[in-house]
């Protein structure tokens, strides 16, 4: 199984990024991954305050996918993360939705150790997540702390051991890569930060040929998710809702009326995060109801 460190590290989703390794479709990998602050942080005497924020957000790679080409999907199976044995969440002014009320930097340490995450006397189970995870875009830069339709800072918990994501191939290779992991995290990430940890990601690499996405598609044991992003939320609301509705009629075969009460019935809009620059939500279904395989042939099911 090959392996990639993580000194190899991007900070911007761009077109033409150069690859740092090359994998067959099919083939297993392991990524080492930073936490979103690259290690800055080790005690509760650091505050987000004193380190370098060039250094946010690194992500691990870019991975040149053999057989990627743009209009093809990038199907990457979750197999397993090994985390590091503490984390940190910080909370800082003018960062989150209570950022406002924030009235100095904090640092909590937490130590991660036989599936539980310890906040004070307080113990977590432990969700394991990724949360930047892309691909390079048609054009355009986009920093590793922001998502878009390549994937990014999406900040889905959701993304985890045993999902599969699918991701748009607009380049080449698709130059997929990864970073800012976290041992559990709420929906919305609400105060900027979950427990931010470093990890290494096993991962499983397929394309799926002539297939592709307007944005990712994540799919667990019980759901099948698209993640959307947004100026707002009214933004990314309306747009997932949009795609969900298109996902029903292309699924089902109905009309877009019939697929627009439809996803009344069945989808639930979810959110993903609400503190990075453009907001992410999820428009999700049962896979009693819908499957990913179905629907990326565009065949009923």
């Known amino acids: 199984m090959k392996k990639l460190p993580k000194n190899s590290l991007i900070y911007a989703f761009e077109p033409d990024m150069d690859p740092v ?8 990998l392991r990524v080492e991954t930073w936490d979103c602050f690259k290690g800055q942080i080790q005690s509760e005497d650091t505050r987000c305050s004193e380190i370098d924020f060039g250094q946010i957000n690194p992500a691990t790679g870019p991975i040149f996918v053999n057989d990627a080409e743009p209009g093809d999907t990038l199907k990457v199976e979750i197999m397993g993360m090994d985390m590091a044995s503490q984390g940190v969440t910080v909370i800082v002014p003018g960062e989150g939705i209570l950022g406002h009320m924030v009235k100095e930097p904090v640092t909590t340490v937490m130590p991660v150790k036989d599936g539980f995450c310890l ?7 432990i969700k394991p997540m990724i949360g930047v995870i892309g691909v390079a875009p048609e054009e355009g830069s986009f920093p590793t702390g922001t998502p878009w339709r390549h994937g990014g800072n999406m900040d889905n918990r959701y993304i985890g051991p045993g999902a599969t994501i699918y991701l748009p191939v607009r380049q080449k290779g698709a130059l997929l890569a990864l970073g800012d992991c976290h041992a559990v995290m709420g929906d919305g990430e609400l105060c900027c930060s979950g427990c931010e940890i470093d990890a290494t990601v096993t991962l499983r690499l397929d394309v799926i040929k ?3 996405l ?8 019980q759901v099948i998710s698209l993640v959307v992003s947004g ?18 009629q292309r699924a089902k075969g109905l009309s877009w009326e019939d697929s ?3 996803s009344s019935l069945v989808m639930d809009l979810e959110i993903c ?8 939500v999820r ?5 009693t109801f819908m499957t990913a395989k179905g629907l990326l042939k565009g065949t009923p099911v």
């Open 210 to 212: 002539g297939s592709s």
């Open 214 to 221: 307007p944005w990712p598609l994540v799919e667990t044991s």
């Open 273 to 280: 995060q609400l503190v990075d620059p453009k907001k992410t």
């Open 119 to 125: 906040f004070k006397d307080i113990k977590i189970p």
């Open 260 to 262: 627009y009460m439809l």
């Open 283 to 287: 428009a999700t279904f049962q896979r």
């Open 231 to 248: 100026e707002n939320l009214n933004g990314a609301t309306e747009e997932a809702t949009r795609e969900g509705v298109a996902m029903i």
């Open 21 to 28: 390794i090359t994998v067959n479709p099919g083939e297993t």
